[in-house]
């Protein structure tokens, strides 16, 4: 079965240290991986997406996340957190089944920043 | 910014009664999606699009209807609200780069059944 957990529930970390964020997943074929942010009260922001090629990826606002296929895994992080992230992130995995493009979200990780 | 709307942004209404919530997109995207947001539960799909009449369910499917008569609308019916479809609904679009498709988001409607 397709799937994607996020293990951690909340997290918290003091503004100015480093932040990883986990994301695991379960996808027959190639998995095309997302990360999104979301403010409270807003929509969903793409921070940064795999699709091929270089498994360390580059997204806005200073984050990045690397693809491991042995280890089933899309782990977000930041070398240096501010407390404008603080917020709530969803990992996605997103593919082609039956000539439609579907996409399959985490349950999210509730970041918290510690000023 | 996609270009997606979502209609009304904010609705109470009472057990029973149906409601529909409209999602518009100005650029002519083929995939257009229906999901709804609770504490716990990430993200699930309720119904999806991939072209004018051309819909289908997602996991989440029961008690509600979509209807795409127009590619730039997708509209998310619910027949007869009950409280357990109290939630935050979101609207999507998926839009091709590279060889795949990426995932943009309305603003979201809040709707509360009493």
């Known amino acids: 079965a397709q799937s994607v957990t996020q293990p951690d529930i909340h997290i918290t970390v003091s503004e100015g240290a480093s932040l990883e964020l986990r994301c695991n997943y379960s996808?027959?074929?190639?998995?095309?991986l997302f990360w999104y942010v979301q403010s409270p009260g807003q929509g969903l922001q793409l921070l940064l997406k795999?699709?091929?090629?270089?498994?360390l990826v580059q997204g806005i606002k200073g984050f990045e996340a690397e693809f491991k296929r042995s280890q089933s895994s899309f782990n977000l992080r930041k070398p240096s957190v501010h407390w404008s992230d603080a917020a709530e992130y969803f990992c996605?995995?997103?593919?082609?089944?039956?000539?439609?493009?579907?996409?399959?979200f985490g349950t999210g990780t509730r970041l918290k920043v510690l000023a | 910014d996609a270009g997606i709307t979502q209609s009304p942004r904010h609705k109470v209404t009472e057990t029973g009664t149906p409601v529909t919530l409209r999602c518009h997109q100005t650029?002519?995207?083929?995939?257009m999606y229906w999901y709804r947001q609770d504490p716990g539960h990430g993200l699930r799909l309720i119904h999806y699009?991939?072209?004018?009449?051309?819909?289908d369910k997602g996991e989440v499917s029961d008690g509600y209807s979509v209807s795409r008569s127009k590619t730039e609308d997708f509209l998310l019916t619910l027949e007869s609200a009950t409280s357990s479809q109290t939630s935050v609904y979101f609207c999507?679009?998926?839009?091709?780069?590279?060889?795949?498709?990426?995932?943009?988001f309305g603003p979201g409607t809040r709707l509360t059944v009493t």
């Open positions: 999507a679009i998926s839009v091709e780069w590279s060889g795949a498709y990426e995932q943009y």
């Open positions: 996808y027959g074929a190639t998995p095309y």
């Open positions: 795999y699709f091929s090629g270089d498994t």
């Open positions: 996605a995995v997103g593919g082609t089944t039956s000539g439609t493009y579907k996409y399959i």
């Open positions: 650029e002519n995207h083929r995939y």
């Open positions: 699009s991939y072209g004018v009449k051309d819909t």
